[in-house]
């Protein structure tokens, strides 16, 4: 039973233009979300979160956008930059547990010069 | 050192072997987790503790044994383990403010592999 969907395990975006992550969850119990970014040989990093009584949390480059009727999450970095090629994870809190982070599979984002 | 560590990096153990993975977080928090990451799979959540007391144990079998001595170490000991028990073992960290949700920092993980 999985609860939380990337269906994009790649996706390639030019410099300067923006990167669109995606992710879909089933669980209406999940009310804290989160996205990760891990490059290789390394653990995931904390990016960005945003709770449920929010639909949009900004930082930097990084925006984070919740619809919460639609059961969707996705992350946008403008302007995308080389630096950003890593994978990137959805995580979700909540239904139950304010320890258990349910995690995406990931997708790889390739930013090409 | 800063954040959080894990030794050792890399380990190979046969399925008779005893071997302990290490965590130790420099962040000042309170609750550590051990999570699983097979091939193709998501992370998931092994173990958790929190103010030294486990909180939370995801149906792990019993082969997988965690300790927490104090709130800047946790270790898993590993006995018996199996070939399908080959995965990368990340270590985190939060601070547990009760009934609000934290942010979880990561290690870098052991690569276990079981022959």
């Known amino acids: 039973d999985q609860q939380v969907k990337q269906n994009s395990p790649s996706l390639s975006v030019q410099e300067g233009r923006i990167s669109i992550l995606n992710c879909d969850y089933t669980?209406?119990?999940?009310?804290?979300f989160l996205w990760y970014k891990k490059y290789p040989a390394e653990g995931p990093t904390f990016l960005i979160s945003?709770?449920?009584?929010?639909d949009k949390n900004e930082d930097g480059r990084f925006t984070v956008f919740l619809n919460k009727s639609a059961k969707h999450l996705s992350l946008h970095i403008v302007p995308s930059q080389p630096g950003d090629s890593a994978v990137y994870f959805c995580a979700f809190l909540g239904g139950g547990s304010n320890y258990k982070l349910t995690f995406g599979k990931g997708t790889l984002l390739t930013v090409n010069p | 050192e800063t954040g959080v560590t894990q030794t050792p990096r890399h380990l190979v153990m046969g399925m008779t072997n005893k071997k302990s993975l290490k965590c130790e977080q420099h962040?000042?928090?309170?609750?550590m987790y051990w999570y699983k990451q097979s091939a193709k799979k998501p992370l998931e959540l092994m173990f958790v503790y929190s103010l030294e007391e486990r909180v939370e144990n995801n149906s792990v079998p019993s082969r997988f044994s965690p300790e927490c001595p104090n709130s800047s170490h946790l270790f898993l000991h590993l006995h018996t383990l199996q070939p399908e028990d080959s995965a990368l073992y990340l270590c985190?960290?939060?601070?547990?403010?009760?009934?609000?949700?934290?942010?979880?920092?990561f290690g870098p993980g052991t690569r276990l592999t079981v022959l």
């Open positions: 962040l000042g928090h309170n609750a």
């Open positions: 985190a960290s939060s601070q547990d403010r009760g009934r609000t949700y934290n942010e979880q920092f």
């Open positions: 669980n209406s119990m999940f009310d804290y």
């Open positions: 945003i709770s449920s009584i929010k």
